[in-house]
C-alpha cells in the first residue's frame, strides 16, 4: 500500500499554521476577557466533521508518537464512539459523544489538535471564496459571558485559506481525485493515517 508521503516542509507549515491560530484565538479571548478556566462543560464531545487530508495526516502524526498501548486504548474508544454515533444519527439525533482523544478532560493530544478544537470558544466570522459572509457564535459559555458586547472576533478567513493552500500543496493534482472529506476525529483514528489507496 502506498502511503500518500506527509513531508518536513508540510509538517512543519501545519504546525505554524496551527501556532497562528492560537495566537489570534488567544488575543481575541483576552478581548473578551474569557477564557476555559471553570467551564462546567466539556465541548470535546461536539459533533464535528473535518475536511482536510492535511488535518487527518497531521493527526496521525502525533498519534504514532503514542505508546503502542495508548493508542490501542484510544482506538477502541473510537470504535465504541462510531458505532454509538452512527446509532444516534440513525434516530436522527445529532451526537453528543466524548472525543476518543479526550483523557479525563484534557486532550492526549493537544499540540496535533484540529483547528476546529483551536477556534471553536470564541465568536468569528470567515469570508466565503463566493464573497458570503458566514459567522460562527462561539460556544455557549462564551455567548453567556459576552452577551451583546462583543467587541472583539476572530476572523477565520486567512487561517482557512492557509489550510486550503497546504492541502493542495501536498496532495497536488492529487486533490481532485481524492474523495471529499467528512469525518470525525474518531473515523480518522480508525482509518489510519490517509493513503493513496483511499481514491479507489
Ligand atoms: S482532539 Fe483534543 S481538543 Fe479536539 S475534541 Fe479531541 S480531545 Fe478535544
Ligand atoms: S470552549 Fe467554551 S464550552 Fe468549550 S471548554 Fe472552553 S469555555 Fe467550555
Redesign the pocket.
Known amino acids: 500500500m502506498s502511503a500518500v508521503k506527509f513531508n518536513e516542509d508540510i509538517i512543519r507549515k501545519i504546525a505554524e499554521l496551527y501556532q497562528d491560530m492560537e495566537e489570534k484565538y488567544d488575543e481575541v479571548a483576552c478581548r473578551l476577557d474569557f477564557s476555559c478556566n471553570g467551564c462546567p462543560d ?3 464531545d ?1 459533533y ?1 466533521l473535518h475536511h482536510t487530508y492535511t488535518e487527518w495526516a497531521y ?1 496521525w502524526e502525533g498519534l504514532k508518537e503514542l505508546a503502542p498501548e495508548k493508542l490501542e486504548e484510544i482506538k477502541k474508544r473510537a470504535i465504541e464512539i462510531i458505532s454509538a454515533s452512527e446509532r444516534m444519527l440513525s434516530q436522527g439525533e445529532r451526537p453528543t459523544l466524548m ?4 483523557d479525563n478532560g ?5 499540540k ?3 483547528m ?2 483551536r477556534l471553536h470558544g470564541v465568536p468569528s466570522a470567515m469570508t466565503r471564496p463566493d464573497g458570503k459572509k458566514i459567522t460562527f457564535p462561539g460556544c455557549f459559555r462564551c455567548q453567556k459571558i459576552v452577551g451583546d458586547n462583543e467587541t472583539a472576533h476572530l476572523d477565520r478567513t486567512r487561517m482557512y485559506q492557509r489550510l486550503v493552500e497546504l492541502e493542495m500543496e501536498w496532495l497536488g493534482p492529487k486533490r481532485t481525485i481524492l474523495p471529499k472529506l467528512k469525518l470525525t ?1 474518531a473515523q480518522m483514528i480508525v482509518k489510519g493515517a490517509p493513503h493513496l489507496t483511499y481514491c479507489r
Open positions: 466539556n465541548c470535546c461536539s464535528f493527526l472525543c476518543p482523544l479526550n484534557l486532550c492526549a493530544l493537544y496535533h489538535r484540529l476546529i478544537c476525529i
